[in-house]
């Protein structure tokens, strides 16, 4: 079947204004999973106060907002993404945070509305993979990086090293409920591949290239909040899932509980495994 990528920017679109509440109720989860990465990434493109910064699909954007401490107080970070409504949950956290160096734009990586060499650095945790054309969207940000700029990127490496997400694949895989991904098309783990990834930098021009794995850790107290965590942030999880009968749904429970066994500690909390690629390169 060939892809078409303009329903498939369409239907990503509509998906992610729908997590944009599941995300926002289990933002805690989320960033604790996401800091060791954007402190890597951070790292990586050494910020100064004084520098403009743009976060591409940033969901929640806590690594521009990471970010926007780095280059205050003149610099400032444009948090952007494809979703108004996961830009509405990033600017409560933005207002608790009390932060004043942030704007949000709502933007498609693939065609950034912004100007020739206009930002200092790009951030971009967890985005490109799930782009329709991630060659596009590297292209698009080296255009806007000003000579000399640096981008920071994380992207999911093969599923086989994130049983977080393989096992609940399979468990729905071997019911009937889901298919695998067809090859070359987007999703969390389309861009696990260090080669393609330094590829895809080169091809769009970029010098000074590192692509590195970085594991960190899932991590929930119990299996009962990762099951409940991944129906609020996997929307594909949650759909199939819940197109079931009751007794489906228990069955799926239980057999789901049984697959993470392994990591499940004696008094019931998980520590699942995961590897993330990061990468840095210069414009």
């Known amino acids: 079947m060939s892809f078409d990528a303009n329903a498939y920017r369409a239907s990503s679109l509509s998906g992610w204004e729908e997590a944009a509440t599941g995300w926002v109720l289990r933002q805690d989860a989320i960033r604790?999973?996401?800091?060791?990465?954007?402190?890597?990434?951070?790292?990586?493109?050494?910020?100064?106060?004084?520098?403009?910064?743009?976060?591409?699909?940033?969901?929640?954007?806590?690594?521009?907002?990471?970010?926007?401490?780095?280059?205050?107080?003149n610099g400032g970070v444009i948090i952007s993404d494809q979703a108004e409504a996961m830009l509405e949950g990033a600017r409560?956290?933005?207002?608790?945070?009390?932060?004043?160096?942030?704007?949000?734009?709502?933007?498609?990586?693939?065609?950034?509305?912004?100007?020739?060499?206009?930002?200092?650095?790009?951030?971009?945790?967890?985005?490109?993979?799930?782009?329709?054309?991630?060659?596009?969207?590297?292209?698009e940000t080296r255009r806007v990086l000003r000579p000399g700029g640096r981008v920071s990127l994380a992207v999911w490496d093969s599923v086989e090293h994130n049983p977080w997400a393989l096992n609940p694949a399979l468990e729905l895989i071997e019911r009937g409920l889901t298919q695998p991904p067809a090859p070359?098309?987007?999703?969390?783990?389309?861009?696990?591949?260090?080669?393609?990834?330094?590829?895809?930098?080169?091809?769009?021009?970029f010098t000074n290239i590192t692509v590195q794995a970085l594991d960190i850790e899932q991590r929930h107290p119990s299996f009962e909040a990762f099951w409940e965590t991944t129906l609020d942030i996997s929307r594909g999880f949650h759909d199939a899932v819940l197109s079931c009968t009751e007794l489906q749904i228990a069955e799926i429970h239980s057999a789901l509980a049984v697959r993470l066994q392994p990591y499940t500690a004696a008094d019931g909390a998980l520590a699942i495994p995961a590897r993330t690629l990061v990468a840095s390169a210069a414009a």
């Not at 591409?56 to 521009?64: I, P, R, S, V």
């Not at 009390?98 to 498609?108: I, K, M």
């Not at 070359?184 to 021009?205: I, M, S, Y």
């Open 32 to 73: 604790a999973l996401g800091a060791p990465v954007s402190r890597w990434m951070l790292d990586a493109v050494y910020l100064k106060p004084g520098e403009r910064v743009l976060e591409l699909a940033a969901g929640l954007g806590e690594t521009g907002m990471r970010a926007a401490e780095l280059v205050a107080p």
């Open 92 to 139: 409560a956290r933005a207002a608790e945070l009390g932060l004043s160096n942030v704007e949000f734009q709502v933007l498609g990586a693939e065609w950034i509305d912004l100007p020739l060499a206009s930002v200092d650095a790009v951030l971009c945790r967890w985005g490109y993979m799930l782009l329709a054309d991630p060659a596009a969207a590297l292209g």
């Open 184 to 205: 070359g098309t987007p999703g969390p783990f389309a861009l696990g591949d260090r080669d393609r990834v330094r590829a895809l930098l080169e091809q769009a021009g």
